[in-house]
């Protein structure tokens, strides 16, 4: 047996021995907990650490995508705002020589 310490509620946690067995228990959310020998415990755990790999490897491609998509975004945003500056820089020069 080993001796640790476990979490009770925020910052308060209490001691316990536990006993040697052939089995753990894994929180799977929804309040779902379930009790797996090691064997079938280390093949649920491995398969989901390749899962998530596998979908943060998906998640990059995608940020890389949408980080190239606002480059795109705002070079447009630039150079729409650099056409109207010329636009307007004609206009003024236009009426100031209609003027004259």
Do not use: C
Request: hydrophobic share 40%; proline share 1%.
């Amino acid at each position: 047996s080993f001796k640790t310490h476990f979490n009770l509620q925020d910052n308060v946690y209490a001691k316990a021995e536990v006993e040697p067995s052939n089995s753990v228990f894994l929180w799977l959310g929804a309040n779902t907990m379930l009790e797996y020998t090691y064997d079938e415990a280390t093949s649920l755990l491995t398969k989901n650490l390749a899962d998530s790999k596998v979908e943060w490897d998906d998640l990059q491609k995608r940020l890389d995508f949408i980080r190239a998509q606002m480059t795109t975004a705002e070079v447009s945003t630039r150079r729409m705002y650099n056409w109207d500056v010329v636009r307007r820089r004609k206009e003024r020069e236009a009426a100031a020589a209609a003027a004259k």
